[in-house]
């Protein structure tokens, strides 16, 4: 049984989500954390009146509530608002370069689909800023990344339902299956796997309150499984970076485990995951060569390619979005490396700019995991972390980045790692004030003890 059957469900709660935004905009939140991954269903909402707007509406329901109850600057505490605006505002620049240089009209109606594709980007980027506005409270963050596990299972779960029966002794292509993640492809869902994995793997502690002690590790298997049988060798790549960076600032037993699943992966792993992972090479002419599959060798020439036409436009790029235009190698209208399509559309001012971004991202983490007295801000600060290193190795594979259906629940997550900072900002701030006013009476209870 798949997911179709929530489709009636998801519209009704859709209104009543935005409505119920305005009083409490953390309702609004939870819909999106939820609906964002499951890219097939939202697509069936057309049917519905305003069905392709659902998305639309529910965030501007939250806009609304955050606004309504707004009761100081929201985003001045905010420590990445400054990096993603500029990010933002010089991706909006460079669509108009693009469109200069296609010589394609002006970017200023939704029918141009370049301007849709920003917009897109942009809301992406603006959603950890609705998050850490909307969610204010430790109950309402842990309420948020339950609604997260809730979502990514239905992901996995959709895609085990589909694939469980399947004969997966022996590789073939027409096992691989984008599940809910529709137009992302196959590895998009990978991608997707290989960063909640990883979340999932740097988060469990002992320590956790229950429902996420039991609830993580049901997930976690859940993601393995959809990473396993998604057949992505870049997210087999993410997925060991990520374990890495766990084992080696955290969990030394993980750096163990990996050596164990790497010598013994020939007699580990299903036949079809090593099969995949094999077919990386091929024999060669000769006895002693091998070289790279069709698949890599065609990524490879891509990227060549993408490289020549940089030098051409080396400081700014081509423009936002303009590489598939322009009808370049082999047809492919993409670089198979999101770092080099914004290296070619962007130019070294777009790539430098993006780079600060993950670096921000992934450092607040990183920090929060280093410096929270909380157990539970302290393991999504590492999960995070490692999500982020999930997120650095799938780019270089492809374009993982731009897709909401992949990133959504990354731009949530990073709204609740800084609203946890900021909680532990104020709980630290409270105790101090506590401890010096203990201090302050304990010294005047001296003085008349004295007198």
Known sequence: MNLDFLVPL????????????????????YYLIFIFPLQTLRYQLRDYPLGASVIDIVLLGVIIGILLRRRAPLFSDFPVRGILLVFIFYLYVS?????????????????????????????????CFFAFAAIKTEQQIRCAFLTLLLSFFAVSYDFYQTVHLEDFSHYSYTLRYAGV???????????????????????????????LKWAIPIVFVACLYGLLFTFSRGAYMAFCAGMLFIGLVHRRALLVLGIVLLLGSPFLLPGAVTDRIGGTY???????????????????????????????????????????????????????????????EEGLIGLLIFLAVLWKMFDIAYELFQSSPDPFHSALGLGFAACMVGVLVVNFFGDRWSYQQINSSLWILLGLVCRARLLDAKNNGEKEREMRLAETERVDDASLSTA
Request: some cysteine.
């Open 282 to 344: 091929s024999q060669g002419e000769g006895l002693s060569e091998a070289t790279f599959d069709n698949s890599t060798m065609e990524r490879m020439i891509i990227w060549q390619d993408a490289w020549e036409l940089w030098k051409s436009y080396p400081l700014r790029g081509t423009g936002f979005d303009t590489y598939r235009l322009l009808h370049r190698s082999l047809g492919f209208g993409d670089t198979h490396n999101f770092y080099l399509k914004v290296l070619v």
């Open 95 to 127: 669509l108009w370069s693009g469109a200069a240089l296609l010589n394609r009209g002006w970017p200023l109606t939704s029918a141009d689909y370049r301007l849709s594709d920003w917009k897109n980007i942009a809301e992406l980027c603006l959603l």
């Open 10 to 29: 998801l519209y009704p709660v859709a209104i009543v989500a935005s409505l119920l935004s305005f009083r409490s905009p953390q309702i609004g939140i």
């Open 181 to 211: 993640m529709g137009y992302a492809g196959v590895n998009g869902l990978a991608a997707f796997e290989a960063q909640t994995s990883l979340l999932l793997l740097g988060i469990y502690r002992k320590h956790l309150p229950k429902p």
